[in-house]
Structure formats: structure tokens, C-alpha cells
């Protein structure tokens, strides 16, 4: 008889905590948003929810409408409704009870009294212009960094919770959560021609392997703030392609070039590393850590490695060297300034 009773009352509030769950919705079929710029384009909200998100240029202005319903007979009297947006200048609309309600506002509380509650449904109206496409950016070695940098950004268009107000704490049902991605004409083109760049289709076998550690890396930098970096790498990772595939195997001469030009990405990299180094020691900031020294110790030797052999090559002898010398000329360039400015900050830190 005890344990039939224990049964019973897990069963209530189990019961209980699935109808407190259940409190709101939104009719996706119903609500929609448009961009007020291209002549009220439209999107049914259901397209927000799909894995493949949405994109819309910085800057547009968009105007969402959200139709809500109240799921629950009986709403505690403590519950509220909390919406936000990720949209810039926000406005919202709170249209209920033929009133009609507007607040500039990202994040705002709404539906918080008996009587509010009594509505059986209510339309929720957001305008706002499309966010700057920047995301966090990442550096090797330095996760305590925050910055940003250009990239695709996931937003939110909006997020509607429903809390209890007693403590404006406890969740009880997220309602719905929609998002989209944020872009601009540049990060779209540079993005295109690096996909493109870094096209895999024809990689020289012998080389395949350096060739798609080196294509990760460009991706890398494209998805972490980095796009207009990505984008020479890219370039150079494309021409670099090109001659390797023109090469037969065991060749020597333009394959030396050609292999020395692959290590400007290596340069440009430790450019960046240097400059975030340099900015930290500069400043006075926290200690860089032994490990970190190390790394770019074996860095410096493999850039005083490339400048040697660069110093050493007699291009008149290597077919097409003329197309070539420019090419060459911006290596021994990169890899000089990178090894003096590592070097020096090397000193510094020592």
C-alpha cells in the first residue's frame, strides 16, 4: 500500500511538471517575417527552424510577426514571457487585449498579469535591422583572447521563454527560438573565391597530404574572424596547386620554388602569431608561458630554414622562372619580415 501511494504521487507531480511545460506556442505556419528593404519579401517563421539557417545582409531592415497561443487552461499567475533579439535598434510590438504596446528595447518581459494571461491568443510584432557579421575570432595558443573579426554569424531573430515570475529564475518552457545568419556582399564574394581557391578535385598526389593540412588551416582561418587572411592564403594555396600539378614526379627546380612559396602560408601565419605576441609583451600583460616560447622558437628555425634556401636559388635556370620571380620575390619578402619581427620578439622575451 506504501509504495502504491510513493507510485502515486510521482505520478502527480510528473503530471504536473508536463503541464507546466506546456504553456504557450507559436504558430509557425502562421507568423512570418519580411525584409522591409526588398519590397516586403517574405519568410514563413517555420523556415527558421530548419538545420540549414537563413542568411540576410548587414544592415536590412526585417519585421517579424509572431502569432501566440496559451496552451494551458490554468497559467500560474507568477508566469511571464521574456523575449529578446539579437537585432539591432529593436522595437517591439505587444498587441493583446486591443491594446498595442511598443518598446525599443533587445530584451523585453511581457504577458505578467492575471489578465493577460486570460487571452487565449495575442500577436507579438519585432522589427530591427540585420547585425554586423562578426564572430569571435581565434588565435593558436591564445584561447584568453576575445576580439572579432569578419565571418558568418549566427543570431538570434528572436527567443521567447516563459519564466516564473516569483523569482525570475526558473524556466519553465522555452517557446520557441529562431535564427538566422548575418552577412554582407564582401564576406559572401571572398568566402566564394575561397571555396573555389581551395577546390581539392586536382591535388597533386605527392603533395596531397601537406596541400590538405595546409587547405584545413585556410578554412580554418576563414570560420574564426579571418577572412580577408584566408583569402590570400587561398590565393597562393590555388597558384601553388596549379604549378604542382604541372609537375612530374621527382622533378626538381620549379618544384623547389614552387615548395618555398607553399611556406609563405607558414609566414603569414607567424606574422599574425607575432603581431598578438608582440601586443601582449607591449602592454605589459600576464607572463607567456614557456610553451609558447618554445613553439615559436621552432618557428623562428624553420623561417631562418626557408630564408637560407631562398637565398640560394638561381631562378635562371628553372622553366617560366620570369612568371615566377614576382612570386618569388613576395616570399623572401614575407619570410624576412616574419623571421626579423619573431626574432626580436624572441629577444624580448628571453
Known sequence: MKKILIIMILLLVCARGVSAQEVLSIDTSKSF????DEG??????????????????????????????????????????EMLTDLGNAEWQYEILGNITRFKTAKLTVWNTPREHSVSSFEVVL???????????????????????????????????VFDGRDAITKVQVVGQYTFVSTNPDIERYMGEINTNLDTSSLPEDYADILEEQKEYIVTLSKTGHVGLAL??????????????????????????????????VAILLAVVTGVIGYKVGQGGEKVSDDVIDQMEKSYNTL?????????????SVPGAEQQAAELETVKRQVSLSTAGLKNILNRLR
Open 33 to 36: 517575417v519580411i525584409i522591409v
Open 127 to 161: 522589427s530591427g535591422r540585420v547585425p554586423k557579421p562578426a564572430v569571435r575570432t581565434e588565435e593558436p595558443y591564445f584561447k584568453d583572447y576575445i576580439g572579432e573579426g569578419p565571418g558568418f554569424r549566427s543570431n538570434e531573430l528572436a527567443v521567447f521563454t
Open 304 to 316: 631562418k630554414e626557408h630564408s637560407e634556401k631562398l637565398g640560394h636559388i638561381d631562378i635562371s
Open 40 to 81: 516586403g519579401k517574405k519568410y514563413m517563421l517555420e523556415e527558421f527552424t530548419r538545420p540549414d539557417q537563413l542568411s540576410f545582409l548587414e544592415g536590412q531592415q526585417l519585421e517579424a510577426h509572431f502569432f501566440i497561443r496559451r496552451t494551458t487552461s490554468n497559467p500560474r499567475d507568477t508566469y511571464v514571457l
Open 232 to 265: 590570400d592564403l587561398s590565393r597562393i594555396y590555388a597558384r601553388t596547386v596549379k604549378d604542382l600539378a604541372g609537375i612530374a614526379p621527382g622533378e626538381t627546380g620549379t618544384s623547389t620554388i614552387t615548395g618555398l612559396i607553399l611556406g609563405v602560408l
